[in-house]
């Protein structure tokens, strides 16, 4: 990466998850924190910091899924919506008394 990012206080309150640091509780955590930490070259690595690391290094998978992300969130607001629309909405639209 050439330019690191640094999650502000303002950000890490909006979304605290991407601040916390990750523990290597698994084998593949481990080597994921490892491989961050020396690209990054800090000992303590954060949710954010690899995340923005897979996403240069491996734009395939932050890609697909973000996609899948999107469109979970896009089918959920639909049937948001759908369940706003009801026959008892429909008949009280645009009627005067």
Known sequence: ???EKIITEEQAHTNPMLAM????DTELKSYIVEYVGTKLDH??????MIAEV????FPEFAFAY?????????????EDAK???TPQTENDCGTTD
């Open 21 to 24: 640091p990750v523990h290597p």
């Open 66 to 78: 973000a996609e899948e992300n999107f469109l979970r969130g896009y089918q959920l607001g639909l």
């Open 54 to 57: 897979f996403a240069t290094d």
């Open 43 to 48: 000992e303590k690595v954060t949710v954010n």
């Open 1 to 3: 990466m050439s330019e």
């Open 83 to 85: 369940g706003l629309h």
